[in-house]
């Protein structure tokens, strides 16, 4: 069965990450993935049409049932502020993939994108061994670009405006590089 993780953090308040559940799915959250704003460098989402409550507890169940991906989100105390994904999750898989997505404006530019992505990058690496870890990202989204390169991603690769960017296993940046004073992860 595929291994489930969890981590906090503090930053200049209290974080966590675990794997989304079907409750967590809101009409706020809901509500990012239809912004044609938030979701403009997301393909598969901006693609998939509207979502609704029921189309996306869907999508977390057929998630939390596959063997190879998970979704996990950031809260701030109990408040969904992000979500990231990762696929390609299987023991013979040669690297993983991973996105982000900090839902709301008001909780961007704080460092929270940068910090997820390395939180979500450290479990990959140490609690389910994966050695590298991949994301595509549009060459007109700086922002994603300037958070995966914080988090210690470097670029492998161009093709048709799409950068290809990876971490690799023991070439991690410091905690404290992308803001994190504490960090405690688990595994069950
Ligand atoms: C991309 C995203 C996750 C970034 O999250 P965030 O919490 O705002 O990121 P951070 O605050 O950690 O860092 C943002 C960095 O991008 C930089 N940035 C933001 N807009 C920028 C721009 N237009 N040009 C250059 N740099 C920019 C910021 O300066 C900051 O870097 P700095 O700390 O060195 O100043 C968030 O904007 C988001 O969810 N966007 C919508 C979904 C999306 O595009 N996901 C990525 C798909 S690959």
């Not at 393909?43 to 189309?55: L, Q, R, Y």
């Not at 690799?168 to 595994?187: D, K, N, T």
Request: glycine residues 10%; contains cysteine; neutral net charge.
């Amino acid at each position: 069965m595929k291994p489930r993780c969890w981590a906090e953090f503090e930053m200049t308040a209290h974080f966590g990450m675990r794997s989304l559940t079907v409750d967590d799915v809101s009409e706020a959250y809901v509500g990012w993935l239809n912004d044609p704003q938030t979701t403009r460098y997301m393909p598969c989402v901006a693609k998939s049409g509207p979502v609704t409550i029921e189309s996306q507890r869907d999508y977390v169940r057929w998630i939390l049932d596959s063997e190879d991906a998970c979704i996990m989100g950031l809260f701030r105390d109990s408040r969904l502020v992000g979500t990231s994904g990762a696929q390609r999750l299987g023991a013979d898989s040669e690297f993983a993939t991973i996105g982000v997505l900090i839902g709301s404006a008001d909780d961007r530019g704080r460092g929270l994108g940068t910090a997820f992505v390395w939180g979500v990058t450290e479990l990959l690496h140490s609690q389910l061994a994966m050695r590298e870890v991949r994301a595509t990202i549009a060459a007109t989204n700086p922002a994603s670009v300037a958070v995966f390169r914080k988090a210690g991603y470097s670029e492998c690769g161009e093709v048709d405006g799409v950068i290809t960017v990876r971490s690799v296993e023991g070439q991690r940046v410091e905690a404290a590089r992308v803001g994190i004073r504490g960090w405690r992860s688990f595994r069950a």
